[in-house]
């Protein structure tokens, strides 16, 4: 028996550029020549043949299955083998031998002999799959003969993926957000569940590396380990001698440790992690196998206020090896993205071909696994433009049982009793909820403000209510930058001087900086005139006019700047998600009463910005109301309450 190892090289990495044809394909093969049988041939003139002389009948409970094809040749040598590898009838892997390349491994048999061919089907990381390979073989005579098997895997089921998505559908123009693995919040950290077991030192040695230096594989030295997993995998880890040893060290356990966080199916297909210093973008290799890690990227993704992104980085580069494998060239996902007719980011937009898959999966991990720490209407968003997407990986049968530790109840976790004096009213109990009490947020709360940075003079098309329109005026333009991780641009008319310009954008950015993120997070720019006009909220903007602040600054129950500031943020950040959604209309239903004069007249512009504040003062500071106005939120607007505690919305400013 003769055994061979017969290697194909491709080559894709995670960048800017598009993706590189495959120029050689590459699977493990052995064989064995059979000698020619010398009975008495028949007078019918011999014709090719391939036989799966062991096609399983019955599904195979193992990750792997070795199938046996024996290739017979008729009256003339074969010269050419085709070996293609079917997904759910996607076609996953194409390897085309010919004679005169191959003939040194022996896989042609001669005219009237046969050879047995023996392959691996691994379906790792799946616990439902199948896969079905074909054989063709040609003859120089040009005569082929095809043969194919289907092999079926089913394991145990109790952790394959099937949910029901509950959710309000939004109406997006564009996607959500730029990037999944930032946008989706800090969802996995160090302390989730790792399957990481031992990591040994192999050697130090000379490797071929990827590195996005020279974006190539070079010969570098390297400090080799290998680390083992508790799910039965393996992979190396070769840390650049750029690092001294301690160094290398730290840098494999680190990276081990948060590898074996990946749920089986992105483990499944990676061989390798490859560690350098720089700031470049890390990447993975769907043919070659690997991940390559630059660790000054890594200490930038560690070092961002709102989290680190290192393990959810990870999971996008394990996706990019493993799932874009076995989809990126699938016509049922095509379909998939055409019934969906949307992209979670901005980034998949772009990049549909490339990135479309992984920016899918981390959001699909997120949505599934990590619910407790996404809000709720962060996941309206994701399953607006992507529920035909989960349902797709829901039906792929991934093994995605290391989040089986998860346990968490949401509806525990939003649920809060209210006890409150029911007051019966016949009409709302106040006028407009701001002018209620100055003192639910005031100046001496903290801000997540920390700097403003003077841009200079710049033309802005900007809404000016003495104008009553839009028009191009010179503004100071002004960066205010939070450690939540925002930055705002913040317009001064220039009817100020610099100096006073200064001032107002100072006073503003630490006013937006007291906000919740939750309300700041759709702000891109402050608009500030001089004037006495109301304040406005909308277009991702507010809107101030410094005339009307004069006037909240002087309210008989004190300043209401910062309660007026939390209900015009309400229009810009919230109104468009939760006015569309089934849960607050039907909340308003159930309720049957609004909590202003002004709420009622306009129940779909002003409900909620007139509910909100007095909803943060009952949850955050119920010392800094009475105990009429707690009642009268409650009894006019509890299940209002209920359905914003459902939310999980991120008040965490005032914890």
């Not at 199938?67 to 590898?85: F, H, K, T, V």
């Not at 030192?201 to 071929?208: D, K, V």
């Not at 840390?239 to 301690?246: A, G, Q, R, S």
């Not at 049968?397 to 809060?416: A, H, P, T, V």
Request: proline share 3%; net charge negative.
């Amino acid at each position: 028996m003769k055994k061979l190892l017969i290697l194909f090289l491709c080559f894709t990495f995670c960048t800017d550029t598009t993706v590189s044809e495959i120029t050689e394909q590459v699977t493990t093969t052995t064989v064995e020549i059979i000698e020619p049988d010398n009975t008495t041939q028949s007078s019918n003139v011999p014709m090719p043949k391939a036989t799966y002389t062991n096609c399983p009948s019955e599904p195979i409970a193992e990750t792997d299955y070795e199938l046996e094809i024996e290739l017979m040749a008729g009256s003339s040598d074969i010269i050419e083998l085709r070996n293609n590898i079917y997904k759910n009838n996607d076609l996953i892997s194409s390897a085309v031998y010919d004679r005169a390349t191959y003939e040194e491994y022996g896989i042609f048999p001669n005219a009237e002999n046969a050879i047995l061919f023996a392959e691996v089907i691994n379906s790792s990381g799946f616990l439902v799959a199948e896969f079905t390979s074909e054989v063709v073989i040609v003859d120089s005579d040009g005569i082929n003969a095809t043969s194919t098997c289907t092999v079926t895997f089913l394991q145990e089921l109790q952790s394959t993926e099937k949910h029901e998505y509950k959710y309000d559908r939004i109406n997006l123009e564009s996607p959500p957000f730029e990037g999944t693995n930032f946008d989706l919040s800090d969802f996995v950290d160090e302390t989730d569940y790792s399957s990481f077991s031992t990591i040994e030192f192999i050697e130090t040695g000379t490797r071929e590396m990827y590195t996005r230096v020279t974006d190539n594989y070079e010969l570098l030295e390297a400090h080799v380990f290998t680390a083992d997993y508790l799910d039965n995998h393996q992979i190396s880890i070769e840390v650049n001698t750029e690092f001294n040893f301690e160094e290398a060290q730290d840098q494999a356990k680190k990276y081990a440790r948060m590898f074996g966080q990946l749920p089986k199916i992105l483990k499944s297909r990676v061989n390798t992690l490859f560690i350098h210093k720089g700031f470049y973008p890390w990447g993975g290799d769907m043919y070659n196998n690997d991940i390559v890690i630059h660790t000054d990227v890594s200490d930038y993704l560690e070092s961002l206020p709102t989290g680190s992104f290192l393990e959810e980085s990870l999971i996008h580069e394990a996706t990019h090896v493993t799932l874009d494998y076995y989809y990126l060239n699938s016509s049922t996902w095509e379909e998939v993205q055409e019934n969906d007719n949307a992209f979670v980011s901005s980034y998949a937009e772009e990049f549909p071909k490339r990135e479309d898959i992984t920016e899918s999966f981390v959001a699909y991990i997120a949505v599934n696994h990590f619910p407790d720490r996404l809000d709720q209407l962060l996941i309206n968003k994701v399953l607006s433009t992507s529920k035909n997407r989960f349902e797709f990986f829901d039906n792929e049968g991934f093994d995605m049982s290391i989040y089986d530790n998860r346990i968490f109840d949401l509806e525990l976790l939003s649920k809060q009793d209210y006890q409150y004096k029911k007051v019966e009213l016949s009409s709302p109990p106040y006028d407009g909820t701001i002018f209620i009490s100055g003192e639910i947020i005031t100046e001496a709360d903290p801000s997540t403000y920390y700097s403003v940075e003077n841009y200079g003079t710049e033309t802005r098309t900007v809404f000016d209510r003495r104008d009553g329109a839009w028009l191009d005026k010179a503004m100071f333009i002004f960066y205010a930058n939070f450690t939540d991780n925002l930055q705002i641009e913040i317009q001064v008319n220039t009817e100020f001087t610099e100096e006073q310009a200064v001032v107002e954008a100072e006073k503003y950015a630490f006013l937006i900086g007291q906000l919740p993120k939750v309300l700041k997070k759709d702000i891109e720019t402050v608009t500030i005139h001089a004037g006495v006009e109301p304040w406005g909220g909308g277009n991702n903007n507010i809107l101030i006019h410094t005339g009307m602040a004069d006037i909240y600054q002087n309210e008989s129950v004190g300043s209401i700047v910062e309660e007026t500031l939390i209900h015009e943020a309400v229009h810009t950040s919230l109104d468009f998600e939760i006015y569309q959604t089934n849960g607050w209309a039907q909340a308003v239903l159930n309720d049957g009463q609004f909590i202003s004069t002004y709420a009622q007249e306009y129940p779909n512009r002003e409900d909620l910005a007139e509910f909100l504040l007095l909803y943060i003062a009952i949850k955050y500071f119920p010392d800094r109301i009475n105990v009429d106005t707690y009642n009268n939120l409650l009894s006019t607007s509890l299940n209002r309450v209920q359905f914003l505690d459902s939310l999980r919305l991120d008040f965490s400013i005032y914890k």
